[in-house]
Each structure stands twice: as C-alpha cells, then as structure tokens.
Nanobody, 125 residues
Framework: QVQLVESGGGLVQPGGSLTVSCAVSGRTYTTNVVGWFRQAPGKEREFIASIRWSDSRTNYANSMKGRFTISQAHAKTAVLLQMNDLKPEDTAIYYC??????????????????WGQGTQVTVSS
C-alpha cells in the first residue's frame, strides 16, 4: 500500500499564491509517478500536473502551465504543488495520487492507483 496525505489548503485572495503538499509513505518503491488533480463543485476531477520519481520529469496540463509548478521535496517523500496568480475558478478540492506505471505523461485519473483524501483550496475575496 501507498499512503498519500495532502495538506496546505486554505483560503486565498484572487491573484495570491499557495503551496499544497503531498506526503508519500508506505511501499513507495512501487510508485513511479505522482500526480495532482482537482475537483471543483459540479465538475469532474481534472489533471493538473505530475512528476516521475526516477528523474523528476514533469508533465502539466496545458491550462496549468505558467501558473502551477510541481516538485519533489524531502528526499522524494513529499510532492509540492505551487500555485500562483490564483483565480476564483481554481477553487476546488486538490488531490494527489500515485501511479504504478513508469509512463510520465499519464493524465487520466484511471491510471492512478492510490489517492489522498484531498485538501480544500478556496480562492475568494
């Protein structure tokens, strides 16, 4: 089993920045890719970005490039998502997930085996 726990969500004003974290533990040797997703009220869960364990290769949804940055921290025990210039439409529950596949360009949630509980990010004045 692989455990993932998100943290760092909260309330932020439009145009502000926020960094959420995903702590990864358990059988991490089986994890090849960790991705961030989000789900807004009434919307389907969507892919944001992913990072590959072995070489830190990243992949971003086209709509996220330039504002969101994914990275590893703490000797690959955590994955960060830095969010800049936040907008009200960024309001959602943000999830991290682990894939057992080596492929670095996985964007479908069906490819991810383990999921965290999510952390709420609210962008509002």
């Amino acid at each position: 089993q692989v455990q993932l726990v998100e943290s760092g969500g909260g309330l932020v004003q439009p145009g502000g920045s926020l960094t959420v974290s995903c702590a990864v533990s358990g059988r991490t040797y089986t994890t090849n890719v960790v991705g961030w997703f989000r789900q807004a009220p009434g919307k389907e869960r969507e892919f944001i970005a992913s990072i590959r364990w072995s070489d830190s290769r990243t992949n971003y949804a086209n709509s996220m490039k330039g504002r969101f940055t994914i990275s590893q921290a703490h000797a690959k025990t955590a994955v960060l998502l830095q969010m800049n210039d936040l907008k009200p439409e960024d309001t959602a529950i943000y999830y991290c997930a682990a894939s057992l596949s080596w492929e670095s360009t996985q964007e479908s949630l069906r490819n991810y085996t383990y999921w965290g509980q999510g952390t709420q990010v609210t962008v509002s004045s």
